[in-house]
C-alpha cells in the first residue's frame, strides 16, 4: 500500500525514537521521569490484584530513583507538553548525529523507508522483492 503525504521530519522523528545513546543526562532523566509516572500510575491498580502484586512490586523498584514529575528540571522541560518534548529531543539527535545512522531509503525516490529490511517502498510503490 502507497502512503499519500511524506514528511521527512516525522519519519525521521520515528527513525531516531529509540536512539537513547544519543540523549543528554538531562533529557534522559526527564523519560525516565515520564516512564516512572507511568509504572506508578499502572502499579496503583496492579498492586491490588493478587497474582500481580510482585510484578508490580518489582516494577516500583526499578524506578525507584526517577525524578518526580513535580521536579523542575522535568517540569521545565514538559512546558509545553510531552509531545513537544520527545518532538524537541528527536529533532536535535537528528541534526546532531544523523550521519551517524544507517538510514535505509528508497533506492528510487529517496524517502526513509520504515524498516532496515523493507524491500518496498511505502511512499512511491517501489519494489524491490
Not at 527513525?15 to 523519560?31: K, S
Not at 514538559?78 to 544523523?98: M, P, S, Y
Request: glycine letters at 6%.
Amino acid at each position: 500500500m502507497v502512503q499519500t503525504v511524506y514528511n521527512e521530519t516525522v519519519e525521521a522523528r520515528e527513525f531516531v525514537r529509540g536512539a537513547i545513546q544519543f540523549h543528554t543526562a538531562d533529557e534522559q532523566a526527564v523519560f525516565d521521569a515520564i516512564h516512572a509516572n507511568a509504572v506508578r500510575a499502572k502499579a496503583r491498580l496492579g498492586i491490588k490484584m493478587p497474582g500481580r502484586r510482585e510484578h508490580w512490586k518489582n516494577e516500583l523498584a526499578a524506578v525507584d530513583g526517577a525524578l518526580p514529575l513535580h521536579d523542575p528540571l522535568v517540569v521545565g522541560a514538559l512546558a509545553d507538553g510531552e509531545t513537544a518534548f520527545c518532538n524537541r529531543v528527536w529533532d536535535r539527535i537528528w541534526l546532531e548525529h544523523k550521519s551517524e545512522f544507517d538510514v535505509p531509503r528508497c533506492p528510487q525516490c529517496n524517502c526513509i523507508l520504515k524498516t532496515s529490511l523493507a524491500q518496498q517502498c511505502l511512499w512511491c510503490g517501489y519494489d524491490w522483492h
